[in-house]
């Protein structure tokens, strides 16, 4: 069965430090990868997303994810956090009306 | 480019009222999807519309109908509410441009809450 799977519920890492969010997958094929934020009272935007080629993909907002197919994840990085960044984050694989959703990570920033 | 818009932003209903989510997209894409946001369990797919004239049931599709009404609009209807349908509800359009095939344009959502 196809599925995305998101560990961490929430976390909370201080202004200026490093941020990973981890993603998981499940998919048949070859996935498409995608990451969105969502600010409170927003709908999504799309922060970055891999179909093919290099693993190491860049977005918006400072953001990157690498493709690690041999451990079926997709964590999104960020090497220094802003208080701008407090959301929560989706990740989600698949293409269409078959694309499935994690069950988000919401970031808390502090001073 | 107003990109997605979706209308109202909230709405209260009694259980057994019915209402219309109404979404549009001006981004010239065939593809919209409806989806419904609820604590702990992302984005299910309610209904999705491939191209003008076609609609299709998603992952959780019951108590609800669709009418994508041309290109641009794809509207949302709940003919008998339920407390179990208090949500936010998400619309999406799917871009057909290469280079950003895939991606989904997301609406502000309708905050929905049924007593």
């Known amino acids: 069965a196809q599925s995305v799977t998101q560990p961490d519920i929430h976390i909370t890492v201080s202004e200026g430090a490093s941020l990973e969010l981890r993603c998981n997958y499940s998919?048949?094929?070859?996935?498409?990868l995608f990451w969105y934020v969502q600010s409170p009272g927003q709908g999504l935007q799309l922060l970055l997303k891999?179909?093919?080629?290099?693993?190491l993909v860049q977005g918006i907002k400072g953001f990157e994810a690498e493709f690690k197919r041999s451990q079926s994840s997709f964590n999104l990085r960020k090497p220094s956090v802003h208080w701008s960044d407090a959301a929560e984050y989706f990740c989600?694989?698949?293409?269409?009306?078959?694309?499935?959703f994690g069950a988000g990570t919401r970031l808390f920033v502090k001073a | 480019n107003a990109g997605v818009t979706q209308t109202p932003k909230f709405q209260v209903l009694k259980t057994g009222q019915s209402m219309t989510l109404q979404c549009a997209q001006d981004?010239?894409?065939?593809?919209m999807y409806w989806y419904r946001q609820d604590p702990g369990m992302g984005l299910r797919l309610i209904y999705y519309?491939?191209?003008?004239?076609?609609?299709d049931k998603g992952e959780v599709p019951n108590g609800y109908n669709v009418s994508r009404l041309n290109k641009r609009e794809f509207s949302l209807r709940l003919e008998s509410a339920a407390p179990s349908q208090t949500s936010v509800y998400f619309c999406?359009?799917?871009?057909?441009?290469?280079?950003?095939?895939?991606?989904?344009?997301f609406g502000p959502g309708t905050r929905l809450l049924v007593l």
């Open positions: 999406a359009s799917r871009s057909s441009r290469v280079g950003a095939e895939e991606t989904q344009y």
């Open positions: 998919y048949g094929a070859t996935p498409y």
């Open positions: 891999y179909f093919s080629g290099d693993t």
């Open positions: 989600a694989v698949g293409r269409g009306f078959k694309t499935i």
């Open positions: 981004m010239n894409h065939n593809s």
């Open positions: 519309s491939a191209s003008e004239g076609t609609t």
